[in-house]
């Protein structure tokens, strides 16, 4: 679950940030990632829902987790300027 890039090619700078929400399906999946609160343009919102949407949990993982949480989950999310991967 890799934050977005900073830099040109998402137009994200390292202080922007946005709060997504969410649902996980049982599969693990996210589904219906959608931007609620960035203070940056609409560009920067859909870069940050984008990232979220390729987030996956594996099918035994997203079983663990509270369905009040599978439902609906929001996250303040940041961007990085390190291509190493992030800790999840």
Sequence with gaps: MAPPLCGAQ??????????????????????????????????VAAAFAQAVSDWAWTPADAAKI?????????VEVGCTTSDAEAPS
Aim: charge should be positive.
């Design 66 to 74: 509270p369905p009040f949480y599978r439902f609906s989950t929001r």
């Design 10 to 43: 998402t137009g994200l700078r390292p202080s922007d940030f946005a709060v997504v929400q969410f649902a996980i399906d049982k599969q693990g999946r996210v589904i219906g990632a959608q931007t609620v609160y960035t203070p940056g343009s609409a560009k």
